[in-house]
Nanobody, 115 residues
Framework: QVQLVESGGGLVQAGGSLRLSCAAS????????MGWYRQGPGKQRELVAV???????NYADSVKGRFTISRDNAKNTVYLQMNSLKPEDTAVYYC?????????WGQGTQVTVSS
């Protein structure tokens, strides 16, 4: 059993910043890839950023230079620092943990960016 608990979402004005956190607990063995996805209104879920077990990162083109993903392996926690937020970043943000071939998801946290 694996649980992912996200926090840090909210309402922010365009140009502002937010920091999301996702703490993983349960039957986690070793260090595994983690990431953030988002689903905007009327849109499909899309990748935002991922960080591998080795610490390599990858970002969607739409957030490069504005968002930074990081992790604290000792705490099984992944973070997403979001700067220069835009109204189009409005979405429910989901944390993802991949263990072998299984994907685990958090419950989602709402991020709303007002213009």
């Amino acid at each position: 059993q694996v649980q992912l608990v996200e926090s840090g979402g909210g309402l922010v004005q365009a140009g502002g910043s937010l920091r999301l956190s996702c703490a993983a607990s349960g039957s986690i063995f070793g260090i595994n890839p983690m990431g953030w996805y988002r689903q905007g209104p009327g849109k499909q879920r899309e990748l935002v950023a991922v960080i591998t077990d080795g610490g390599r990162t990858n970002y969607a083109d739409s957030v490069k230079g504005r968002f930074t993903i990081s992790r604290d392996n000792a705490k099984n926690t992944v973070y997403l620092q979001m700067n220069s937020l835009k109204p189009e970043d409005t979405a429910v943000y989901y944390c993802n943990l991949r263990i072998l071939i299984r994907n685990y998801w958090g419950q989602g946290t709402q991020v709303t960016v007002s213009s």
